[in-house]
């Protein structure tokens, strides 16, 4: 199955960028729809020289997949041999022609006795890759949402400043909060540095790690789709027990390598807010009241 027109724009982008990766000339044979993305057109393309994933996008922030790009080479480097993280061969931003990435192409594989136990360790592995600042390199985005990563010494003050507040004076522009809303989300900024401990050490996240960001492949489980940053380890878990899908072997794995806090649960909602926050502002409905109810169970 085409998905382009031969010699089409996107087409033509894709084999310059593969060819000059590889330092050889790239043909285009085929390419095929995969399903599951809900922002981005996704397919498998077969080329001269192997199979690639391929995502694209016209009508998208126009650096999106430079910053995953970004995201995924950080990953890999922190995951090691510990992890699959699919290596970038390919990203163009959204111009004339549509942005795209292009990376490895994992062959979906099914679940083995110790794959919960696999992902636990290699998350914990790269939760022990550190930095000496809370942020990243450039702004990225979550879903289809900027995050503001402008580096900060104090991780209270970063989830307060770059993830919180850049995110609800997103949503005031888009979504207006009534005056007794507001009034309890600026109560709750005003006492994170009291609610977050003090000893956090930024290490590397995936950001955006719920069940349907990471996939099981033939060799084992990998991460796609990131929202990376520098963060308190406890950032992760927010997104993580939104919705599941994380075993208690999973845990018991992750914490042999990057024990947490035993108190990690108490601040878990309030990690959780970023997320049911963002869900709010790029959908509207009953995220809103959710997000509200957590807010008030702080103050």
Partial sequence: MKLFNSGSPV????????????GMQVDIISSGSLGGG????????????????LKWNAECPS?????????????????GDMLIVPEVFAAKEADETPGFLVLEYLEPG???????EMLGRGL???????????????????????????????????????????????????????????????RLL???????????????????LWSGNYMITAKGPALIDPASCYADCEME???????????????????EINPLRTDWRVRNSLYQLYHVLNHYYLFGGSYRN???QIAKNYL
């Fill in 190 to 208: 005003e006492m994170i540095t009291i609610l977050i401990p003090e000893e956090s050490k930024p290490v590397l996240i995936h950001g955006d």
């Fill in 124 to 186: 914990a592995t790269i939760h022990n890759y550190n930095n000496d600042r809370f942020g990243f390199f450039n702004n990225n985005y979550c879903g289809s949402t900027l995050q503001n990563n402008t580096w900060k010494n104090n991780w209270a003050e970063f989830y307060r400043d770059n993830r919180l507040k850049f995110l609800l004076d997103l949503i005031r522009k888009e979504r207006p909060l009534p005056v007794d809303e507001d009034k309890v989300y600026r």
């Fill in 110 to 116: 099914h679940p083995m006795q110790n794959t919960d």
């Fill in 63 to 79: 650096d999106i997949f430079i910053r995953e790009a970004e995201c995924l080479a950080e990953l890999k480097k922190a995951a």
């Fill in 11 to 22: 087409e033509e982008e894709v084999r310059i960028r593969l060819s000059e990766k590889l």
């Fill in 38 to 53: 809900c922002i981005n057109h996704a397919s498998k393309i077969k080329t001269s020289e192997g199979v690639y994933f």
């Fill in 290 to 292: 959710q997000a509200l």
């Fill in 237 to 255: 878990m927010g997104i993580m027990t939104m919705f599941g899908g994380f075993s208690d072997r999973f845990y018991d794995a992750y914490n």
